[in-house]
């Protein structure tokens, strides 16, 4: 019993310590509202505006109806060039996309012939160009297909192909981005606010002080663990729900309840994290150069970035241990596909291991620099 409550008067020190340090608090706010937003709408995957220019060397009404089926959002409004200016505009980053239209191109389509369109890309965006040369392929083919039905008959297609997008039907981005948005921040954020109050303690002389206290080592940390972690779970669930749900529109289609016990389950690894960088890190400096190895290590890993199955295959194994990979997972099936705890046991159960596996290596270490002080 004066265990916890030694933990729970620690802790509510460590909060008070966070609120009297405005720049924390600012930082915390920022990071779940304005930066969230930000993340989720200021980069998109999908082609927005992309320049376009044709060089038309037929002047036929085939070409001419080609030109005019390229219109925003997509793409500006194209521009009509000569060949000739095709190779220099590219090399100044003048035009994404510039459409060669062959002469006597509707001449010899008529004929059966099957005439070529070049189309060159810069592909310095490599996203955007593959994205948008996909585009321009199915907007070619649909606008001559739709020409010649004109004057010729054609059957139907032999397999009427029909999509369906599971989850986010429109494709908006923002619905991915901004919940990945979130999972970085807490993984940020909690290694943060961890590893600089054991750094801020051992500066300050705090440790000293604790260290004169009938405390452990484990209750020291533990008060870390809820306090920081108290601090950004409020944080996170502001966040869902005014810039997320409210703001966003993005849909939760599983338990909101089931989801933030799997935030409490890694909120346990990322205060571990952070205690385990702040206890070997001497200084605030070292502590901020390690956060660069580490956490964006883990941001670029999880999966949120990039899929795990686009990895490496040897990495992917390594990514298995990583419990920030187990987060982002259990995370897109409870708010994207609706599924539940029979579902995401698993991921909970890793995060959980490696969870308590990290703290236990943490508070060695931890109880070892106490020593040390003494």
């Known amino acids: 019993m004066n265990s916890l409550l030694n933990i729970l008067w620690l802790g509510l020190k460590e909060l008070r310590s966070l609120l009297s ?13 304005l930066a969230i937003y930000v993340q989720a709408t200021g980069t998109s995957s999908e082609v927005n505006n992309a320049s376009i220019a044709f060089a038309d060397e037929d002047g036929s009404a085939l070409s001419k109806e080609l030109l005019n089926a390229f219109y925003p959002p997509r793409f500006k409004l194209p521009e009509l060039i000569s060949p000739d200016e095709v190779q220099a505009n590219m090399d100044r980053g003048r035009f994404m996309f510039v459409v060669v239209i062959p ?29 948008g040369s996909g585009y321009i392929k199915n907007i070619i083919n649909d606008r001559v297909s739709s020409f010649l039905r004109r004057t010729e008959e054609t059957g139907p297609k032999p397999v009427n192909l029909v999509v369906r997008k599971l989850f ?31 750094i ?26 809820w306090a920081n972690g108290l601090v950004i779970l409020v944080a996170t669930g ?7 749900h409210m703001v966003l529109k993005v849909p939760f289609a599983g338990s909101v309840v089931l989801w ?9 690894f990322a205060t571990a994290l952070g205690i385990f960088l702040g206890t070997i890190s001497r200084s605030m400096a070292q502590f901020a150069l390690l956060i660069i190895l580490v956490v964006l290590v883990l941001m670029l890993l999880s999966g949120g970035s990039t899929p795990v199955e686009s990895q490496p295959k040897w990495l992917q194994y390594v990514t298995y241990l990583l419990p920030a990979r187990h987060f982002v ?22 995060v959980s291991a490696v969870g308590v596996g990290f703290f236990v290596y943490s508070l060695a270490l931890f109880r070892k620099s106490i020593a040390v002080s003494k």
């Open 329 to 350: 997972s259990f995370s897109q099936v409870i708010i994207y596909r609706g599924g539940g705890l029979e579902a995401v046991w698993r991921q909970f159960l890793m």
């Open 168 to 198: 986010n039907p429109n494709g908006v981005s923002s619905w991915f981005k901004s919940v990945v948005a979130i999972i970085n921040q807490i993984t940020l954020l909690t290694v943060v606010l961890t590893g600089a109050a054991v």
């Open 238 to 244: 502001a966040s869902l729900l005014l810039v997320v």
């Open 21 to 33: 340090d405005a720049v924390l608090v600012v930082f915390v706010v920022y990071a779940f509202t």
């Open 260 to 268: 933030f016990v799997g935030v409490v389950l890694y909120l346990f």
């Open 103 to 131: 002469p006597r191109f509707e001449h010899d389509l008529r004929a059966g012939r099957n005439p070529d369109i070049q189309v060159n890309i810069d592909a310095t965006a490599m996203q955007q160009a593959g994205i």
């Open 200 to 225: 801020r303690e051992r500066e300050h002389g705090t440790l000293e002080h604790l260290l004169v206290m009938p405390l452990t080592s484990f209750e020291i940390a533990m008060a870390k663990v």
